[in-house]
């Protein structure tokens, strides 16, 4: 392994480190850095911000991370713009970095890296170099099989021949199920690791199917069938590599579009196969996937127009704030020993006081 404490560097000459000769094991994990420390591990890039000037030279910014969480980083360059270019084009998005000699600062009530081009480095790691396990934070692969069992059970519980057929054509397919198990529900926002989208789904049907129970006359066969299918498209909206990222289409159209036009592929397929499918339930469905995020400025072509769709989306509401919540709580425990913290509200767009305290 290549030694990240002795360096000798020329004037004039851009920062790097050689590269380790074999996989290297995270020691410094993001949750456990505190002011002062000395950081020499990697990374995951999650974004990049382009070099700018300042004062002293060039500078840009990171946001790196790992499986406990992420950390804002700040590369202070010299006023040699191109070598400043060179390195911030050397990796992106979705690689492995090696930070060397980075000071852990506070910035704004949070922890942040801070590197100095005198003193330190960046350098993008080879697929050989790390363990993916490292980085993306996962459910534990018992918990996943678990929540899929639920899935399956509830599946079952489908009395409706049509929706009961959808279902299946999305359920028995293998590479569908892989990616079901494996995907997550969102970059930053709430149940973001692996299996974040199943265990995700595994909590909107289980509070749809509390509401129906409290509300007589509603059609728990679509309920369960829109709660299942609600965020189908995240499967290919999001990309796990190193880091949670959006693919193309997931920039370009987003999960709710993607699941209305996927979930009607299906139906064209049962169809195809001789499979009726009744065109005014097709519709129904469908809507419940278009109108699950309840309201236009967040992100829905429609809003609910069914009382099947507003239970879907008062029960996705639900779990994705509550879930937020928690790990908004979670994160300020990490940063802070008091019983109460500012904590960032995304959907607010200001800091508002939590409780961070053990009950």
């Not at 560097?9 to 949750?31: H, L």
């Not at 920039?251 to 064209?268: L, P, T, Y």
């Not at 236009?296 to 127009?305: A, C, I, T, V």
């Amino acid at each position: 392994m290549a030694d990240i404490l002795n360096y000798d560097k020329r004037k004039d000459e851009q920062t790097m480190i050689e590269a380790d000769t074999g996989k290297r094991k995270k020691e410094q994990f993001i949750e456990n850095l505190r002011e002062g420390d000395v950081v020499n591990d990697i990374y995951a890039v999650k974004i990049k911000n382009p070099p700018r000037p300042y004062k002293r030279g060039t500078w840009f910014g990171l946001v790196l991370t790992d499986k406990t969480g992420e950390i804002n980083v700040k590369y202070w360059g010299s006023d040699n713009k191109e070598r400043i270019k060179r390195l911030y084009d050397s990796f992106k998005p979705g690689d492995v970095v090696q930070i060397r000699l980075g000071n852990v600062e506070i910035y704004e009530e949070k922890p942040q890296i801070s590197i100095n081009e005198t003193i330190g480095g960046i350098r993008r790691c080879s697929l050989t170099e790390y363990d993916i396990s490292d980085f993306i934070p996962s459910l534990d692969d018992y918990k996943i099989k678990e929540l899929f069992e639920t899935i399956k059970k509830e599946i079952k519980t489908i009395e409706n021949e049509h929706l009961k057929r959808l279902l299946d054509i999305f359920f028995n397919d293998k590479e569908i199920v892989k990616e079901f198990m494996s995907s997550p529900s969102a970059m930053t926002h709430h149940h973001n690791y692996v299996g974040g989208n199943l265990e995700h789904t595994v909590s909107v049907i289980r509070l749809c199917k509390n509401i129906c129970e409290m509300y007589p006359g509603v059609n728990i066969d679509q309920v369960i069938t829109g709660a299942i299918l609600h965020d189908i498209g995240k499967l290919k909206e999001y990309i796990s590599t190193a880091s949670i990222d959006k693919t193309d289409i997931g920039n370009f159209i987003g999960h709710i579009v993607i699941g209305d036009r996927w979930i009607r592929e299906k139906i064209q397929e049962l169809r195809k196969k001789g499979k009726d499918f009744n065109e005014e339930l097709e519709n129904k469905i469908c809507h419940i996937i278009l109108s699950h995020h309840g309201r236009y400025e967040f992100g829905s072509p429609r809003m609910p127009k069914t009382i099947e769709a507003m239970i879907v989306h008062a029960a996705d509401m639900m779990d994705s704030q509550v879930k937020n919540f928690m790990q908004n709580i979670e994160e300020g425990r990490k940063i802070s020993d008091n019983n109460w913290g500012f904590i960032w509200d995304s959907d607010m767009g200001i800091k508002r006081p939590m409780y961070l305290g053990e009950d």
